[in-house]
């Protein structure tokens, strides 16, 4: 027989209303429905992969923010460089007054040639999370460094001293480019660099032909050869980590092909290169003179390529695969520096020089319009690709919270209801102890009698 002491032990006892209890307290106090995997195994592993979703959604956000602010700081430059334009354009028609001296159109020349340096100004001080997206890679070029199509004549041999130094450059969006040098006896190796310093082709600096000029560290070849002059940025400093000393490779999306001197007696080198996607530096190292022959298909002109800002991965159809459905938001840079607008002789000197200037102008001003417009229409794109994202973002946090989170009505009902049990169970005890001490002083009453 099942006595009322024995029934409240077993209640009191009973493990499945503690566990409840206790599940119901984890839940609310961490305001999940999944702490362990024993808690839902599935639903762990799907909310875990709605987690990573929503970390890249929300970097997502922030990578367009910045793109759409990279996009504003480049379209104010622009805005600038328009209004100087306008004010040059004026100057220009002024000097086109027959009316005006000499010594008028060499006082309106003063003016014109002081905004033409505000326009390069501008281009070279235009600066957006540490890019000149006003200013091509190539404008970092010094004067003093040519292209190759303008030191060496398109296949025909041309004798040169080597040294430590550049000797040409070659533009981006170049294709197709094949240098063969001979040294003769000598032993002068041919060197590519980037503007910022690396060392893609070439020999390492522990060979003889960089120690016979003085270097053998990168801290020597930053201080010899990376400067300004010799047409890389003041801020760069040797890497080689990619050196190609012989045979085949691609860096950056660029293929580079290159048989050196690696042989006694073998004074001929040859390099061929796909195609460009950055300006590339060209040294002969050595002490001595060559003959190169370079041939081409295709140059890149001043100011292309190179260091696009990429905003995306933009994921519109497949939020858990980047490498399907993956399309990415690119802001080309637009150089507006004097050589990019073909006005660096523009004067306003006499009628005629006045007249090609007006020319000139109307084409930068066509150029800057135009280049005003990319950005409009990008910084446009990401404001969509903004919202889309968001949108996005919050049907995967509703999902995520729908597997993850704790229902706090329902595990508020469970906790008060195994309170309820929980104190009804010490209640009812508390009473049968009580019943028993009664029927025992009872019987001790009885016997006493």
Same mark, same amino acid.
């Given at each position: 027989m099942l006595t009322v002491s024995s029934f409240t032990q077993s209640l009191s006892s009973n493990p499945v209303f503690?566990?409840?209890?206790?599940?119901?307290?984890?839940?609310?106090?961490?305001?999940?429905?999944?702490?362990?995997?024993?808690?839902?195994?599935?639903?762990?592993?799907?909310?875990?992969?709605?987690?990573?979703?929503?970390?890249?959604k929300n970097q997502l956000r922030r990578n367009l923010n910045d793109g759409i602010s990279y996009a504003q700081i480049?379209?104010?430059?622009l805005q600038e460089s328009?209004?100087?334009?306008?004010?040059?354009?004026?100057?220009?028609?002024?000097?086109?007054?027959?009316?005006?001296?000499?010594?008028?159109?060499?006082?309106?020349?003063?003016e014109y040639q002081q905004l033409k340096n505000a326009l390069n100004s501008i281009a070279y001080n235009t600066e957006a999370f540490n890019r000149l997206p006003l200013l091509g890679d190539n404008d970092l070029l010094s004067d003093n460094v040519l292209s190759i199509g303008d030191t060496f004549v398109k296949g025909s041999p041309t004798r040169l001293n080597s040294g430590l130094c550049s000797i040409a450059y070659i533009p981006a969006g170049s294709t197709n480019i094949s240098i063969n040098i001979d040294s003769f006896s000598l032993d002068d190796d041919l060197q590519v660099f980037t503007t910022t310093g690396r060392h893609l082709v070439g020999t390492p600096l522990s060979a003889n032909v960089?120690?016979?000029?003085?270097?053998?560290?990168?801290?020597?070849?930053?201080?010899?050869?990376?400067?300004?002059?010799?047409?890389?940025?003041?801020?760069a400093s040797y890497g080689s980590s990619s050196l190609i000393t012989n045979g085949s490779g691609t860096i950056n999306e660029t293929t580079f092909t290159f048989s050196g001197d690696q042989h006694p007696? =073998?004074?001929?080198?040859? &390099? !061929?290169?796909? #195609?460009?996607?950055?300006? @590339?530096?060209?040294?002969?190292?050595?002490?001595?003179?060559?003959?190169?022959?370079?041939?081409?298909?295709?140059?890149g002109s001043p100011g292309s390529g190179g260091n696009s800002f990429e905003a995306g991965p933009v994921d519109i159809t497949a939020t858990n695969s980047l490498s399907e459905g993956t399309d990415y938001i690119n802001l080309a840079k637009t150089p507006v520096g004097l050589s990019d607008l073909n006005m =660096?002789?523009?004067?306003? &000197? !006499?009628?005629? #020089?006045?007249?090609?200037? @007006?020319?000139?102008?109307?084409?930068?001003l066509a150029y800057v319009s135009e280049s005003r417009a990319f950005y409009g229409a990008k910084m446009n794109q990401m404001e969509s690709a903004l919202k889309l994202n968001d949108r996005m973002h919050e049907g995967l946090m509703a999902a995520r919270s729908q597997i993850l989170d704790t229902d706090f009505a329902e595990e508020t009902a469970k906790s008060t209801q195994a309170q309820i049990v929980e104190q009804a169970s010490i209640s009812v005890m508390a009473q049968a102890k009580s019943t028993d001490e009664q029927v025992l002083g009872l019987l001790g009453s009885i016997g006493d009698s």
């Open positions: 503690s566990k409840t209890l206790s599940t119901a307290y984890e839940r609310l106090s961490s305001g999940l429905r999944i702490n362990s995997a024993a808690d839902d195994s599935a639903g762990l592993q799907i909310s875990n992969r709605l987690t990573s979703e929503s970390i890249a480049a379209e104010g430059g328009a209004d100087i334009l306008q004010c040059m354009r004026q100057l220009a028609m002024q000097s086109q007054n027959g009316i005006n001296s000499d010594a008028d159109r060499r006082a309106l020349d003063k960089w120690s016979i000029n003085g270097v053998s560290t990168g801290s020597d070849i930053k201080s010899l050869l990376f400067l300004t002059q010799e047409g890389y940025t003041p801020t007696g =073998v004074t001929t080198e040859t &390099l !061929t290169i796909e #195609n460009t996607n950055e300006a @590339l530096i060209i040294s002969v190292v050595g002490q001595g003179f060559f003959d190169a022959t370079v041939d081409w298909d295709t140059l =660096v002789e523009s004067d306003v &000197l !006499t009628f005629k #020089n006045a007249e090609v200037s @007006l020319q000139q102008i109307d084409d930068a």
